[in-house]
């Protein structure tokens, strides 16, 4: 079974553009969830998708933005970027198949966003 | 605020050795404590997990403790190899079910020596 695959691995843009990153989960996974991670606050919860609805969202501001599709890929927009938005931004997925237990999330590799 | 915390940004420890990593949590609600695993250019990936109602679970080279009493929580790895040199991070559930939210701390680079 393939893994979690995001696109593209690398990006550099520069402040004010924006940027739409891409995330394809595992086969019969339903939930994909969007992680931001920096040197010193390690990876902080963006948002999670489930059955193209957002059900849960971290505390970042308006300009974060994503959406699920109905075969489960999901994409995030990041609009009128800053310079603290360079960052490795990461996709987890998820099969949401446990209630109240544990659901394991499987990570892809993550894109490497540069703002200049 | 930082409900999850690393307070180690590194650890060195020689091969064979145990590693002990530790991590404390200020929330009280969290069902369950994980760890992951993240070698450079690659994903986390998931090593173990304790549900809130545990205090200790073992999964071969590693045993995860938890003190509630304390909100603390250490992963041990014994015999430490050098391919266990990456970076780990902790991370805290909330209530399942609803949410695949995971709270991470900063994580712990741990160096295995030969």
């Known amino acids: 079974k393939a893994g979690v695959t995001q696109t593209p691995r690398y990006l550099i843009k520069t402040r004010g553009q924006q940027v739409t990153l891409s995330c394809s989960p595992i086969s019969g996974h339903r939930s994909v969830s969007w992680y931001q991670q920096t040197p010193g606050q390690g990876l902080q919860f963006l948002f999670e998708?489930?059955?193209?609805?957002?059900?849960n969202k971290g505390n970042f501001p308006g300009r974060f933005s994503g959406r699920q599709f109905s075969n489960s890929r999901s994409e995030m927009n990041v609009s009128t970027l800053e310079l603290g938005d360079s960052a490795l931004y990461l996709c987890?997925?998820?099969?949401?198949?446990?209630?109240?237990?544990?659901?394991?999330?499987?990570f892809g590799p993550g894109t490497r966003l540069t703002v200049l | 605020d930082q409900q999850v915390k690393q307070n180690s940004p590194s650890l060195s420890v020689q091969e064979g050795r145990i590693s002990i990593l530790n991590c404390d949590y200020t929330?009280?609600?969290?069902?369950?404590f994980l760890w992951y695993k993240k070698y450079p250019a690659e994903g986390p990936t998931f090593l173990i997990s304790i549900s809130s109602i545990k205090d200790k679970n073992e999964d071969g080279r590693f045993t995860v403790f938890l003190n509630k009493s304390a909100k603390h929580l250490s992963l041990h790895i014994v015999p430490s190899q050098p391919g266990d040199s990456a970076v780990y991070f902790c991370a805290a559930s909330g209530r399942g079910g609803a949410t695949n939210k995971l709270i991470f701390g900063t994580g712990t680079l741990l160096a295995v020596q030969p």
């Open positions: 929330n009280s609600m969290f069902d369950y």
């Open positions: 998708y489930f059955s193209e609805t957002q059900r």
């Open positions: 987890a997925s998820s099969s949401a198949l446990k209630r109240g237990g544990l659901d394991e999330q499987f």
